[in-house]
């Protein structure tokens, strides 16, 4: 297992156009997590999935934001009609939920500029 | 609501001299607490959790219900401790909160 996986780790697009990232979890983990990370802030809650249902989803992620986790493994957030502001740094995190063991591992990140 | 507050967004520290990163927080509830670092050019990696009560790489970090504080101490700073710092918060529902975030320079 090679840890949290994202894809694309950069993606550069014009205004107005679609982008997707992927996250692949580490496998066990039934718990996924997407964060917003700008610079000087830390990462910001988005939403979260336990399995391949989607929990809870921030005041943040407006309609132009989906994310799905079809089988309850990886997941896919996707911006439509992107904007400058939407440029930041995508975080993806697993956890597994078991007793003392809900901690979050991260993965590298996806990159978005939006021209 | 929950909130994690960094007071200082950078601190720079000679080597081999004591380390505190403060964080508060604000939360109604019974949060668990997280130091994550990042190292230059690494994802973002877990540190140490209040419920563990250990020393991971010198760092140690005390709950303290009455401050609403978990500030992250190192009696001893190294160059390699120098990374970004953030505080998390998690809340009853599982979502975890994070502070803004301390940049740490150690000085040779």
């Known amino acids: 297992d090679t840890g949290v996986s994202q894809n694309p780790r950069h993606k550069i697009t014009k205004r107005g156009q679609n982008v997707t990232f992927r996250c692949d979890p580490i496998?066990?983990?039934?718990?996924l997590y997407w964060y917003r990370q700008t610079l000087g802030q830390g990462p910001e809650f988005l939403t979260y999935f336990q399995n391949e249902a989607q929990l809870e989803k921030s005041r943040l992620l407006s309609d132009r934001f989906s994310a799905e986790r079809p089988k309850g493994s990886f997941s896919t957030l996707e911006i439509q009609r992107t904007e400058q502001g939407d440029s930041a740094m995508y975080l993806c995190?697993?956890?597994?939920?078991?007793?003392?063991?809900?901690?979050?591992?991260f993965g590298a990140g996806s990159r978005l500029t939006v021209l | 609501a929950q909130r994690v507050t960094q007071p200082e967004k950078l601190l720079s520290v000679f080597k081999g001299a004591p380390v505190e990163l403060k964080c508060n927080y604000s939360?109604?509830?019974?949060?668990?607490l997280f130091w994550y670092v990042q190292y230059s050019r690494q994802r973002l990696q877990l540190l140490l959790r209040?419920?563990s009560r250990e020393s991971i790489k010198g760092f140690t970090a005390d709950l303290n219900k009455g401050e609403t504080s978990f500030h992250l101490k190192k009696p001893f700073a190294q160059e390699e401790d120098s990374a970004m710092y953030y505080c998390a918060l998690r809340n009853t529902g599982n979502q975890f909160y994070f502070g803004t975030g301390t940049s740490l320079t150690v000085i040779p």
């Open positions: 939360y109604s509830g019974s949060p668990e």
């Open positions: 209040h419920i």
């Open positions: 995190a697993s956890s597994w939920t078991t007793s003392g063991a809900n901690v979050l591992t």
């Open positions: 496998s066990e983990h039934n718990r």
